[in-house]
């Protein structure tokens, strides 16, 4: 097999156009709840507690100087994108949830009983006969 057939072979199974489906709809899912968090969800929250922009709270390592530019670990970012995170995992925890709840499901259906052998509709038959 040449290997662009088996790449191709490879490419077409649908575990890999599943998951490819699955990191675009992430990919779009988490600019979306970036956006939730950073433009809705967090202007109320910083107008709460002191009209605090938590993009902005840094804490300053090291001033400027000159050509030197500051230093500075930015807490306010961290937040929001643990904010970001803590709903996106919460998201995903929702669907893994339903979909062991479906899979729990389908797996508590009772299988039907198994038919009688032929011995076993033939033995019957006897007892029924012989009762008679």
């Not at 939730?36 to 001033?63: C, K, T």
């Not at 807490?75 to 729990?104: E, P, R, S, Y």
């Not at 508590?108 to 033995?123: D, F, G, H």
Request: no cysteine; net charge neutral; charged share 20%.
């Amino acid at each position: 097999m040449s290997f662009m057939k088996e790449f191709k072979a490879f490419a077409m199974r649908g575990n890999v156009i599943d998951m490819a489906v699955g990191i675009v709809i992430g990919a779009a899912f988490g600019k979306i709840v970036s956006s939730f968090v950073g433009d809705v969800l967090m202007p109320p929250i910083g107008l709460l507690v002191g009209n605090i922009d938590f993009s902005e709270i840094a804490i300053v390592l090291r001033q400027a100087n000159g050509d030197i530019p500051s230093v500075s670990m930015n807490l306010g970012v961290f937040i929001n994108t643990l904010i970001d995170f803590i709903i996106v995992a919460f998201a995903i925890f929702l669907v893994i949830k339903g979909m062991n709840k479906m899979q729990k499901k389908e797996e508590a259906k009772p299988a039907p009983p198994p038919a009688p052998s032929k011995e076993e509709v033939l033995l019957t038959e006897i007892r029924d006969l012989l009762k008679k």
